[in-house]
């Protein structure tokens, strides 16, 4: 099925360790977005991608990073995770072309002990 | 510049009644305007989208109306139903633009 999916759907792991969230998509969609969604917070992006190869920061990047070695992927990793981290994350891909939104994933909720 | 303020929070609606979101911008180059409805547990989905050259848009039971010299929009769901419970975000962007900025969300709650 075309669309934008996300792994895992629910990840806890420990402070200090490396964890990597993937986004994959099947619309070969340039545009590529990493946000985070907190109550009272909305949706912030951390990171984002106009191509592969291309990635650029956002409003919150500090302690994430990310690649883009192919269109269809997307992952963000946090390095060594912190508490301030719990939260859930979203990816969204767009077409440059089209007057179109962005199209979200399901998110992954992830739980920083 | 880039800030999407968005009010209520929180709303309460009686089922068949009105609900109203608000959210103000100030970054006037934004020519784009979507509202995403996100259930729990799912990615936001794309509701209803304006731009700034009609000052209302309409798509069933969703209104968008617009007001470009207040820098101002809002969404209106007529005859509200228990099913349209979840949380809204309004968002700004520079069509074709890379990013979005996104309100805080309004949790909405309809009883029946």
């Known amino acids: 099925d075309a669309g934008i999916t996300q792994s895992p759907r629910y990840k806890i792991t420990e402070t200090g360790r490396q964890v990597t969230l993937m986004c994959h998509q099947t619309?070969?969609?340039?545009?590529m977005f990493w946000y985070r969604q907190d109550l009272g917070h909305g949706l912030r992006l951390i990171y984002y991608s106009a191509a592969a190869d291309i990635t650029d920061k956002g409003e919150v990047p500090d302690g994430y990073v990310v690649s883009r070695s192919k269109t269809e992927n997307f992952p963000l990793t946090l390095e060594s995770a912190t508490r301030s981290q719990t939260s859930v994350y979203f990816c969204?891909?767009?077409?440059?072309?089209?007057?179109?939104?962005?199209?979200f994933g399901d998110g992954t909720r992830l739980s920083i002990l | 510049q880039q800030q999407v303020k968005q009010s209520p929070q929180s709303l309460i609606v009686q089922k068949g009644g009105i609900s109203i979101i608000n959210c103000a911008y100030e970054n006037t180059a934004f020519d784009y305007f979507p509202w995403y409805q996100q259930f729990p547990g799912k990615g936001p989905a794309l509701l209803i989208a304006i731009r700034p050259d009609v000052s209302e848009k309409k798509e069933g039971r969703f209104t968008i109306s617009f007001n470009k010299s207040a820098k101002q929009f809002s969404l209106h769901i007529m005859d509200s139903q228990p099913g349209d419970s979840a949380t809204y975000f309004c968002a700004a962007s520079i069509i074709y633009g890379q990013n979005f900025v996104f309100g805080p969300g309004t949790r909405l709650s309809v009883l029946p």
């Open positions: 969204a891909s767009r077409d440059p072309f089209a007057e179109q939104p962005q199209h």
């Open positions: 619309w070969s969609h340039s545009y």
